[in-house]
């Protein structure tokens, strides 16, 4: 069989982004977030957790002027527009940020399934623990998944997984539809804190509502 037959064709299930963080950009929010946690009357007033669907320490809101300060609108609008580009032949004319945060987790606690409302979202790392833990039996044939992100599309089937774990990494960003279910799943073995910056956006409705209409 000629090599040009053979081809492994994977359309089925929304595509995923993923990308680095620049070090200057998570150094300023690193930065920025501590100065909040620090501050009770600061962390009390960009408190995020009640709006959110999470069993952890903390969630904290990131105001617009941070945002803009320390380049994260243009970091997510520069990739949408890239990722737009290659996925559906053309750029975006509009960003529209809904919202930003970062959730502060520790040791055993954890995220359910959800999802997220606007038409793109995104999850990436600013502080992750040196170890997560490991298995309380010795598995060698299995990953372990404490701290994983875990995004869910669909149901198992033959030669469609469902799910794709992603093991968080300081600067490691991934885009993905508002749809799209995940979850984070609790680690153990360190008291320090893994920290996640997510958002949601919307883009022009014309690439969002493939329907049309």
Same mark, same amino acid.
């Given at each position: 069989?000629?090599?040009?037959?053979? /081809?492994? @064709?994977?359309?089925?299930?929304?595509? &995923?982004?993923?990308? %680095?963080?620049?070090? $200057?950009?998570?150094?300023?929010? =690193?930065?920025?977030?501590?100065?909040?946690?620090?501050?009770?009357?600061?962390?009390?007033?960009?408190?995020?957790?009640?709006?959110?669907?999470?069993?952890?320490?903390?969630?904290?809101?990131?105001?617009?002027?941070?945002?803009?300060?320390?380049?994260?609108?243009?970091?997510?609008?520069?990739?949408?527009?890239?990722?737009?580009?290659?996925?559906?032949?053309?750029?975006?004319? /509009?960003? @529209?940020?809904?919202?930003?945060?970062? &959730?502060?987790?520790? %040791?055993?606690?954890? $995220?359910?399934?959800?999802?997220? =409302?606007?038409?793109?979202?995104?999850?990436?790392?600013?502080?992750?623990?040196?170890?997560?833990?490991?298995?309380?039996?010795?598995?060698?044939?299995?990953?372990?998944?404490?701290?994983?992100?875990?995004?869910?599309?669909?149901?198992?089937?033959?030669?469609?997984?469902?799910?794709?774990?992603?093991?968080?990494?300081?600067?490691?960003?991934?885009?993905?539809?508002?749809?799209?279910?995940?979850?984070?799943?609790?680690?153990?073995?360190?008291?320090?804190?893994?920290?996640?910056?997510?958002?949601?956006?919307?883009?022009?409705?014309?690439?969002?509502?493939?329907?049309?209409?």
């Amino acid at each position: 069989m000629d090599s040009s037959d053979f /081809k492994i @064709i994977k359309r089925f299930g929304p595509s &995923v982004l993923k990308v %680095k963080i620049p070090e $200057n950009i998570i150094n300023t929010l =690193n930065d920025h977030f501590d100065k909040i946690i620090s501050d009770k009357e600061e962390s009390k007033r960009l408190n995020h957790g009640e709006d959110l669907v999470g069993d952890v320490t903390q969630e904290l809101k990131l105001e617009k002027e941070i945002m803009e300060k320390s380049g994260w609108i243009k970091f997510l609008g520069s990739n949408i527009d890239k990722w737009m580009k290659e996925e559906v032949g053309r750029g975006i004319t /509009k960003f @529209i940020m809904i919202n930003s945060w970062i &959730v502060r987790q520790y %040791k055993n606690e954890y $995220n359910p399934t959800h999802w997220h =409302n606007g038409h793109i979202s995104g999850a990436g790392y600013l502080k992750v623990p040196k170890t997560l833990g490991k298995h309380l039996q010795d598995k060698q044939n299995r990953d372990y998944r404490g701290g994983n992100l875990q995004l869910i599309h669909g149901s198992r089937m033959f030669l469609s997984q469902s799910t794709l774990n992603i093991v968080p990494e300081v600067g490691d960003f991934y885009f993905f539809p508002n749809y799209l279910m995940h979850t984070v799943f609790p680690f153990k073995d360190t008291d320090e804190e893994r920290r996640c910056i997510s958002f949601n956006c919307k883009i022009d409705d014309e690439l969002y509502n493939v329907y049309g209409g």
